[in-house]
């Protein structure tokens, strides 16, 4: 049973940059997508960013287009999120997840559905 662990939230003042990392450990059968999801308290759950482990193509949410970069490294067990001009919408927990179940054309679907997430980081960002 795969497990991913977050780290790398915290805060930042608007404008600046964070960025956050996920670690893959144990077997993971099935690998397709991994991604990054983010909810703020009182909103609905957000996709920021995915990438398709078979191509490496990315995917990223309007709201982020632009600004935040998914990147994997070590053979694709680490999964980062660089986050560059934060805004304060920003602030949320951010979610690691693997393993699309659900429609491969949208990983960031509100109601897309990963098999494994991680525990969250937090991130803050301030005036």
């Known amino acids: 049973q795969a497990q991913l662990a977050e780290s790398g939230g915290g805060s930042a003042q608007a404008g600046e940059s964070l960025k956050l990392s996920c670690v893959v450990s144990?077997?993971?059968?099935?690998?397709?997508?991994m991604a990054w999801f983010r909810q703020a308290p009182g909103k609905e759950r957000e996709g920021v960013a995915a990438?398709?482990?078979?191509?490496?193509?990315?995917y990223y949410g309007d709201s982020v287009a632009g600004r935040f970069a998914i990147a994997l490294d070590n053979g694709q067990r680490t999964v980062y999120l660089q986050m560059d001009s934060l805004k304060l919408e920003d602030t949320a927990m951010y979610y690691c997840?693997?393993?699309?179940?659900?429609?491969?054309?949208?990983?960031?679907?509100?109601?897309?559905?990963?098999?494994?997430w991680g525990q969250g980081t937090s991130v803050t960002v301030s005036s």
């Open positions: 997840v693997a393993d699309l179940l659900t429609d491969y054309d949208y990983p960031l679907a509100p109601n897309a559905q990963y098999t494994y």
């Open positions: 144990g077997f993971m059968p099935r690998r397709n997508f």
């Open positions: 990438v398709y482990l078979g191509n490496d193509r990315a």
